[in-house]
């Protein structure tokens, strides 16, 4: 079982790493891709959409959070699923919970972002739209992260 779980650890840590540089480009290339929109995200009373992220989150105290998040949206309503797995710890390791996510358009480090809010009628987590697809999970004060690992969720 310890094998397999360091498998699959070290399979998305390779798999992030490849999807990071894919959709860079050169630098100094002309060609500039604007930030993803989610406009199209639960428009009208028929549309149904879904969403969803995963990745390796860094831990303090364990290997890794294997984290999975999922966005719907149905008509005008929007819930997520979000399903932490923490790596290497004792006792029960994984974890599900659900609730509201709204989108808004804030500067994040000066420059105009799409975030995902959870929970926000309870000021909860805040995630900014990246230019490849992936989430960025924000600090507190709404700003990237200070340390140099990335808290980030790619696409599927």
């Known amino acids: 079982m310890r094998k397999t779980t360091c498998l699959l650890v070290l399979g998305c840590l390779l798999a992030a790493g490849c999807d990071r540089g894919a959709d860079s480009g050169t630098p100094g290339s002309a060609e500039s891709t604007p930030p993803p929109s989610s ?23 364990c290997q890794g959070i294997d984290t999975r998040l999922v966005l719907r949206a149905t008509g005008g309503h929007r819930e997520y699923v979000m399903t932490e797995t923490y790596l290497g710890g004792p006792g029960k390791n994984s974890f599900e919970r659900s609730g509201t996510w709204v989108e808004v358009s804030e500067p994040v480090g000066g420059e105009p972002a799409t975030l995902y809010i959870l929970d926000p009628e ?17 600090e507190g004060d709404g700003k990237n992260s200070s340390q140099d690992v990335a808290y980030r969720l790619q696409r599927l």
């Open 39 to 61: 406009s199209d995200f639960g428009r009208g009373d028929a549309t149904q959409s879904e969403r969803t992220w995963v990745g390796l989150l860094p831990c303090s105290d």
């Open 122 to 138: 309870r000021g909860g987590q805040r995630y900014s739209l990246q230019p490849d697809g992936a989430l960025e999970l924000l």
